[in-house]
Structure formats: structure tokens, C-alpha cells
T-cell receptor, first 112, second 115 residues
Framework: EAGVTQFPSHSVIEKGQTVTLRCDPI?????LYWYRRVMGKEIKFLLH????????ESGMPNNRFLAERTGGTYSTLKVQPAELEDSGVYFC??????????FGPGTRLLVL | AQSVTQPDIHITVSEGASLELRCNYS??????LFWYVQSPGQGLQLLLK??????LVQGIKGFEAEFKRSQSSFNLRKPSVHWSDAAEYFC?????????????FGKGTLLTVNP
């Protein structure tokens, strides 16, 4: 069974540009989560989808971040426009019943 | 609000030595507890979890953790460390029940293993 996959693995962009991160959850997992780790800080929750609906987006930093999960399968997280403080590692996770989350390898974003 | 404290930012042990990584949590009810590991260049891998029942849980790679409600702790242990265990370890908590599944993580403990 394939695990959670994320694309790209790395992204380097300039301040003001747009970046879109993609996450493909484990097949059959209705729950999908985004987390972020800024350098030197802890991993923090961004938002939670149940199928295509946003269950909890309390961790989204501001309106420059837009997450979607059309059709309840893969999800995208767009940052527009990117700022320096958006640099970090973005993790995606999925779960079936909600308790145990399985993480992807992360996308390392560097904003210059 | 729930929180997780990992008091040790960096630990160095010799290969073959025993290991204990500390984790304390703050949560009003019975939490679900997890340990994840991130090896260099890799994603987060689930080591073990505690939901209920036996307070000593076994995980992958020879790790175990013990839930102590009285101390609000969930420390991770391994009797003999291997060089491949060098990684960053994260303790995490989520509330049991309900629909709030967001994980709260500690800041992580970086483990260095000396030959």
C-alpha cells in the first residue's frame, strides 16, 4: 500500500511568488491534514479536511494560504504571495478513523 | 489548551547504550499519545502510540514507551541504541473522542549516536 506522497520535495521561490504544494493521501483515508514546521520551532497544525470539507482550519496563518481538496482525494496548499517567514517544511498526513495519522515526506519550502 | 514538552533538545549517546527520551503533556482528559521519528532527509514515521489499556506500549525498531498518568509523561525508551537510530524524535498528543484530531507536537529531541 502506497503511503502519503507529497510534491515537490523541495521548492525555492522568491518573495512575492506563488507556490502550490500537493499531497496525495493513503487510498481510502477520508481525513487529510496539513502541518508546518518553521525552522527552530515545533510542528504546527494548519488544517484538517474530512473528504472535501474543511473540518478545522484554525491553524492557517493568514489569507495568503489556500487549501483545497476537490473530490476528496488529493489536496493542494497554495501560498500567494509567499513571504520570507513562510519558509519551512510542510507536512501532509492522512488517517482513516482520525486517531492515527500517517505522514508524508514533507515539502521543504525556501522563500528568498 | 493541550501542550507537549520535550525537555531535551539534543541528546548524545554511545552505540549500544540505553536511551530514554522524555515527554510531558498537558491535557484535561485522557489523551492519545504518539512518538514519531524523522530520520535525515525523511518524513515523519510513527514509532508507537497509546490509546488505552496496557500503559507500556511496544513500537517498531525495538522502542517502547510508558504512559504514566500521575506524572503526565510518555517517555520513550530503547535498551540498546543502534547508529541508525540517529534522528529527531517527536512526541505528540491528540484529544481522545470528538472530532478534534489535530496533533500537538513537542519541539523534538535530536539524537546523536556515537560509534
Amino acid at each position: 500500500e502506497a503511503g502519503v506522497t507529497q510534491f515537490p520535495s523541495h521548492s525555492v521561490i522568491e518573495k512575492g511568488q506563488t507556490v502550490t504544494l500537493r499531497c496525495d493521501p493513503i487510498s481510502g483515508h477520508d481525513n487529510l491534514y496539513w502541518y508546518r514546521r518553521v525552522m527552530g520551532k515545533e510542528i504546527k497544525f494548519l488544517l484538517h479536511f474530512v473528504k472535501e470539507s474543511k473540518q478545522d482550519e484554525s491553524g492557517m496563518p493568514n489569507n495568503r494560504f489556500l487549501a483545497e481538496r476537490t473530490g476528496g482525494t488529493y489536496s493542494t496548499l497554495k501560498v500567494q504571495p509567499a513571504e520570507l517567514e513562510d519558509s519551512g517544511v510542510y507536512f501532509c498526513a492522512s488517517s482513516h478513523g482520525g486517531e492515527t495519522q500517517y505522514f508524508g515526506p514533507g515539502t521543504r519550502l525556501l522563500v528568498l | 489548551a493541550q501542550s507537549v514538552t520535550q525537555p531535551d533538545i539534543h541528546i548524545t549517546v554511545s552505540e549500544g547504550a540505553s536511551l530514554e527520551l522524555r515527554c510531558n503533556y498537558s491535557y484535561g482528559a485522557t489523551p492519545y499519545l504518539f512518538w514519531y521519528v524523522q530520520s535525515p532527509g525523511q518524513g515523519l514515521q510513527l514509532l508507537l502510540k497509546y490509546f488505552s489499556g496496557d500503559t507500556l506500549v511496544q513500537g517498531i525498531k525495538g522502542f517502547e514507551a510508558e504512559f504514566k498518568r500521575s506524572q503526565s509523561s510518555f517517555n520513550l525508551r530503547k535498551p540498546s541504541v543502534h547508529w541508525s537510530d540517529a534522528a529527531e524524535y517527536f512526541c505528540a498528543v491528540v484529544g481522545s473522542g470528538g472530532s478534534n484530531y489535530k496533533l500537538t507536537f513537542g519541539k523534538g529531541t535530536l539524537l546523536t549516536v556515537n560509534p
